[in-house]
């Protein structure tokens, strides 16, 4: 009996081993190993979903993950979103939250599905910040008479 190329993944060596073994195929280019590459795709995903905490990262920490994975600096995020340096800036430290747009462009730019940057998390309003559960507010409250 023939034994099987690839098997489902067990490990994180063989996850890695696959990772780089699926790295060197698509970077030669060889449409006769398409069928390789489909099912390394198709296991590394299975693994990645499985394994994978990216779901315990909000979405602001995984732009900043992926920025230290990608070698990128805030003032790269600028070029790549068209943003400003102060837009970026304020995404980066909780304090503007993502744009439909933007989470387009992150997903196209780092290869990863949508919904990773479509989950909601806290916003920090410096104006709001001495109010208990006022993180996702963008205007001053009138709180006279509350305490």
């Known amino acids: 009996m023939e034994t099987l190329k690839f098997t489902i993944v067990k490990s994180r060596e063989q996850y890695d081993m ?7 195929l698509i970077a030669h280019e060889n449409k006769s190993v398409q069928d390789e590459i489909d099912l390394l795709t198709l296991l590394i995903n299975k693994w990645d979903s499985e394994h994978n905490s990216l779901n315990d ?21 600028v070029a790549i979103l068209g943003l400003s340096k102060g837009t970026v800036s304020k ?7 993502l744009s439909k747009d933007v989470i387009r462009k992150l997903s196209d730019y780092f290869k990863v599905s949508q919904e990773a940057f479509n989950r909601p998390y806290k916003l920090i309003n410096e104006v709001n910040r001495h109010f208990r559960n006022a993180s996702l507010m963008n205007t001053k409250k009138n709180m006279a008479g509350v305490f």
């Open 18 to 24: 696959y990772c780089n073994i699926l790295e060197d």
């Open 57 to 77: 990262l909000s979405p602001i920490e995984l732009l900043k993950a992926l920025m230290i994975e990608h070698n990128l600096k805030a003032k790269d995020l």
């Open 91 to 97: 995404i980066l430290n909780f304090q503007k939250g």
